[in-house]
């Protein structure tokens, strides 16, 4: 009886091709095994059925820009410890395939490696909702972290309190005053949408600064949302849902 191989190397020794060039197959969903694709070129296969796909093809693999509606309660932060967050629950874990929006147009094919390597772009308070971008892509990781202080972020923030005379002037102010750990903030565009909801549009936005803005003219933050990051709006995307980042779309 033949002991069990690695999905790789039965592939690689079916195709004749090298090791790395059956790693690309799997790892592009090309490959299934028993009529089930099987993405981890590690997969141990002893008799089953491995086909490789018609249509398989070793050309590079694009990268990918995802575009979550983070839940509040969800942690969304650049160096999250493990277990952080409300009972543990982090953004990154909403990226499933069951979590995919039906309004997703992009006719992309998700694989396990969209998930697994994508990196958080946009950071998020563990309490906010709205709008949290994950990519594998540099471009837009570079975009995204090196114009963070030109990038324009608007938020609705749900506030509590009564607001000190001259409080959403100072809001608005250039030289309004305010530093956050240890930095000046740049200058934010706030408004009224309603008795108790406030509209930022403000640039190099990080987790924290609106509260801390808010509590500085006698304000306490209830709730907060971000609506749009760039030019990418959250739109019509359902909350917990998330889906892939067009290829005309830009920043």
């Known amino acids: ?45 002893h008799d089953q059925a491995v086909v490789l796909s018609p249509d398989a093809s070793l050309l590079a693999l694009t990268p990918v820009t995802l575009l979550l509606h983070k839940p509040a309660g969800y942690e969304a932060a ?104 240890g930095a000046l903030l740049p200058p934010a565009k706030v408004s009224w949408q309603s008795e108790a909801r406030l509209r930022f549009a403000l640039k190099g936005e990080v987790p924290g600064q609106i509260a801390y803005m808010c509590e500085s003219v006698g304000l306490k933050v209830e709730a907060m949302k971000r609506l749009r990051v760039g030019r990418i709006p959250l739109s019509q995307l359902p909350l917990g849902q998330w889906r892939y980042l067009m290829p005309y779309e830009r920043f």
Not at 23 to 34: F, H, K, P, R
């Open 78 to 181: 650049e160096a999250a410890p493990a277990g952080s967050g409300a009972a543990g629950k982090t953004a990154i874990q909403l990226l499933a395939l069951a979590n995919r929006s039906t309004a997703d147009r992009s006719g992309i094919r998700p694989l396990k490696k969209h998930f697994s390597t994508s990196e958080l772009a946009t950071p998020l308070a563990t309490p906010a909702s709205g709008l949290v971008v994950f990519t594998q892509d540099w471009r837009v990781l570079r975009k995204l972290r090196e114009d963070a202080r030109v990038l324009e972020h608007e938020v609705v923030v749900e506030v509590s309190g009564d607001l000190k005379p001259g409080g959403l002037e100072r809001l608005n102010r250039i030289d309004h005053g305010f530093t956050f750990k």
């Open 1 to 45: 009886m033949t002991e069990p191989v690695r999905l790789a190397k039965r592939l690689a020794d079916m195709l004749a091709c090298s090791r790395r060039e059956a790693e690309q197959y799997i790892e592009g969903g090309w490959v299934t095994v028993d009529g089930v694709v099987v993405e981890e070129p590690q997969f141990r296969v």
